[in-house]
């Protein structure tokens, strides 16, 4: 029973920054992969980052060049640092933990980028 947490999130200018964490109560190593995901009002939930096992990662391609996702291994917490923000970024941002038997997600922080 993994519980994820996620913090960070808050309101931004367009072009600014924030970076985004997601403490688990769990081993984050033994998962087959993290991510991020996010939901904008009207939206589905959609992919934004994910880092595997292996450390490989992969992006959506409307946040790739922009965003970064890592991960310390020690304080059990994934990262997503967002740069050069824009307004259709605004969304709530969810964690998620993949293992080879379960998936879990947080309940999500909100990220508003306006002017």
């Known amino acids: 029973q993994v519980q994820l947490v996620e913090s960070g999130g808050g309101l931004v200018q367009p072009g600014g920054s924030l970076r985004l964490s997601c403490a688990a109560s769990?081993?984050?190593?033994?998962?087959?992969?993290m991510g991020w995901y996010r939901q904008a009002p009207g939206k589905q939930r959609e992919l934004v980052a994910i880092i595997t096992k292996s450390g490989s990662t992969n992006y959506a391609d409307s946040v790739k060049g922009r965003f970064t996702i890592s991960r310390d291994n020690a304080k059990n917490t994934i990262f997503l640092q967002m740069n050069s923000l824009k307004a259709e970024d605004t969304a709530v941002y969810y964690c998620?933990?993949?293992?080879?038997?379960?998936?879990?997600w947080g309940q999500g922080t909100q990220v508003t980028v306006s002017s």
């Open positions: 769990g081993t984050i190593a033994s998962a087959y992969a």
């Open positions: 998620n933990a993949l293992f080879y038997t379960a998936a879990y």
